[in-house]
């Protein structure tokens, strides 16, 4: 078959796009990412995502209806457990998750967890809440570079973080803490998806600044992913953004950090550039951390626009043989209550130039569909534990 020499996805980290009928159970009935964001700034201007037919899956304020027969849309369906990150990620390439991950956000720490932490690593430890890591830097670095105390906290997902000071402690002797905190955490009391090394530097809290030195912890996925039959066939699978650390590095063949959306979508246009088969893997976390997390509408606004400008380059530069999909991995609706992810569907465009007939699908039972679609592209045979239904019309 081979219709397809590359795929790319791009996930537009948190973006969902309706309430699942098991929001109920999650406290998410009602929220709706991407129609709320739209309608509480009075539009969006996202030109290239309208004649995609975004329109499709909303209506999305400030879009309208159009024929787009370069493109498939479709919403899809969480068939896994749970609202984060890996869970959505892990999925896309074939996993189902039975069991959330375990969360802290509302109580931090176990004392017992907090306690054991403390006594293997020989320090102090102040924070352990939910906070936006920039702001808990601000509150507690100072006292760390007077104490040396560690700075743990947490987030509405699945993770714990230390963050330190480059200049008081060298980033080898965070990332053996967070070594430590890894192997702590991974009791069935504690299991968390994520243990995060956060290096920062300054001297006040009016300049500290956190480095490129971050490292995550991550858990491995529970069995082979599609991502490993493509590396497996000798296909590239190259990722992009925190791709590698969701997946603690399985199924991939070469990995790129970012420091924003804006560097992953240029990183993203230079790989088009590039000559291989197999597969691309972007995600663009800032739409989730520094605005869903934060509530912060307007930004999120404006980081879906301009991530929209990066878009029209992106398809100016495809081959007529390239695979653009652009999704999401759950919901973080920032006109909801509390500043957790919400259960939703999530919003999926399908384009390639080769697509002459493109239209509204139905929508999907599982984000592995997108997965198993890929690999049918490249006649590879699927495994038993693997999710997934071929989307036959983008093969067609």
């Known amino acids: 078959m081979k219709k397809y020499k590359r795929a790319f996805i791009i996930v537009l980290d948190s973006l969902g796009i309706g309430y699942m009928e098991d929001a109920h159970k999650y406290n998410d009935e009602g929220a709706n990412t991407f129609v709320h964001i739209a309608n509480e700034v009075g539009g969006l201007n996202i030109p290239n995502l309208n004649k995609l037919g975004i329109n499709d899956l909303g209506p999305i304020k400030g879009c309208n209806s159009v024929n787009h027969p370069n493109s498939y849309t479709f919403k899809a369906k969480e068939a896994s457990n749970g609202k ?51 702001e808990i830097i601000k509150q507690y670095g100072e006292h760390q570079l007077k104490t040396g105390d560690l700075i743990v906290y947490t987030s509405a997902d699945s993770v714990l973080q230390i963050a330190a000071n480059e200049d008081l402690i060298p980033v080898p002797e965070l990332y053996k803490y967070c ?7 991974l009791r069935p009391e504690y299991l968390l998806g994520r243990i995060i090394a956060r290096p920062y530097v300054g001297t006040n809290k009016d300049n500290f600044k956190r480095t490129p030195n971050r490292h995550d912890y991550a858990l491995s996925p529970s069995g082979r992913t599609y991502m490993d039959i493509l590396k497996d066939a000798n296909l590239e699978v190259s990722c992009i953004g925190k791709i590698y650390d969701i ?4 199924g991939s063949t070469r990995t790129q950090k970012t420091v924003s959306n804006k560097d992953g979508m240029i990183k993203t246009i230079e790989e088009v550039k590039l000559d291989y088969s197999g597969l691309c893997f972007v995600n663009l976390v800032e739409f989730d951390s520094e605005f869903g997390h ?51 569907m999530v919003p999926n465009i399908v384009y390639s130039k080769s697509i002459k007939n493109g239209r509204r699908l139905n929508d999907t039972n599982s984000f592995a569909d997108l997965g198993k679609t890929i690999i049918e592209n490249f006649n590879l045979e699927s495994e038993p534990h693997l999710i997934g239904s071929v989307i036959k019309e983008i093969l067609e």
Not at 247 to 250: A, H, K, P, V, Y
């Open 294 to 344: 934060r509530r912060d509408v307007k930004g999120y606004a404006n980081a879906i626009e301009e991530f929209d400008v990066q878009l029209g380059q992106l398809l100016d530069e495809l081959k007529d043989d390239d695979l653009l999909i652009i999704t999401a991995d759950h919901g973080n609706d920032p006109t909801w209550h509390g500043t957790d992810h919400t259960r939703e």
């Open 179 to 185: 070594e430590i905190a890894r192997e702590i955490c």
């Open 247 to 250: 997946f603690n590095g399985q």
């Open 84 to 134: 984060d990150t890996m869970t959505g990620h892990w999925e896309m390439m074939g996993i189902y998750t039975t069991k959330p991950f375990k969360t802290f956000t509302d109580t931090g720490f176990p004392d017992e967890l907090i306690k054991e932490l403390e006594e293997r690593t020989g320090r102090k430890i102040v924070g352990n809440c939910s906070a936006s890591g920039t």
